[in-house]
């Protein structure tokens, strides 16, 4: 029994965790690293003045590239397309905070 990716290629099934992925990753990157010790939402609060959190933001958007790469060489274009178009906000937003 073969897995057929091609029933997922919709652009829709890439948007919705390209969207949730780049938070995932900061809260699983500040839990891990975060020197505060303070809460997920205070951290982000402390860092929000300061160029960090758009570093952060931009180191964020690594995850989604790595998927939609993957999804793109399967030859899933939509399921990639929607991967990245839900990353953009992120780097954007990236690109003013630093």
């Known amino acids: 029994m073969k897995f057929e990716?091609?029933?997922?290629?919709?652009?829709?099934?890439?948007?919705?965790?390209?969207?949730?992925?780049?938070?995932?990753?900061?809260w699983l990157y500040l839990n891990q690293f975060s020197p505060f010790g303070t809460g997920f939402f205070d951290t982000i609060k402390l860092l929000y003045p300061s160029a960090i959190l758009g570093k952060m933001l931009l180191l964020s958007a690594f995850p989604n590239l790595g998927l939609m790469f993957v999804f793109y060489k399967t030859d899933t274009f939509k399921l990639s397309a929607g991967i990245l178009s839900a990353g953009m906000p992120y780097l954007i937003?990236?690109?003013?905070?630093?």
Not at 5 to 26: A, E, M, T
Not at 93 to 98: A, E, H, N, R, V
């Open 5 to 26: 990716i091609d029933k997922f290629n919709n652009f829709w099934y890439g948007f919705v965790p390209g969207i949730f992925l780049p938070p995932l990753f900061i």
């Open 93 to 98: 937003s990236s690109f003013f905070m630093l």
